[in-house]
């Protein structure tokens, strides 16, 4: 029991209701690697480089709120250094970024791994 309980407090549930933009950002990302788009939820790992509290997740969520629809494709999928401007712009969002990198792309994990950290049904 205490496994489980320790598996579900090492990940954040990013869900369109939860953390819409966040959630977008997500889909986007999976739907141009490959990974499909539509998914129930994402976990977001809290080992990662940098750990968002709850608040600071839900601060990105409004910081990404503020960005256009462009802006937002941006940030998501588009030229590094274009990115990487936005991602600058804002702390949080900077701090997203490297979290949203390590969730896609991990030395340490292979992408059956990161299909186990999408949820597509429930």
């Known amino acids: 029991m205490d496994s489980l ?11 369109p209701k939860s953390h819409p933009k966040i959630y977008e950002v997500l889909d986007t990302i999976s739907h141009d690697g490959g990974g499909g788009a539509g998914h129930v939820a994402y ?16 601060e990105a969520e409004a910081a990404l709120c503020e960005l256009t629809d462009e802006e937002l494709q941006t940030y998501a999928i588009g030229e590094e250094s274009e990115m990487k401007r936005i991602a600058h712009s804002n702390a949080l ?29 429930l």
């Open 5 to 15: 309980i320790k598996k579900h407090l090492t990940y954040r549930l990013i869900t």
């Open 43 to 58: 976990r977001l790992p809290l080992g990662m480089d940098m750990i968002l509290t709850n608040f600071e997740l839900m």
């Open 93 to 121: 969002l900077s701090v997203l970024h490297v979290n949203l990198n390590a969730f896609f792309i991990s030395e340490d994990q292979c992408a059956c791994c990161t299909r186990q950290k999408i949820i597509s049904v």
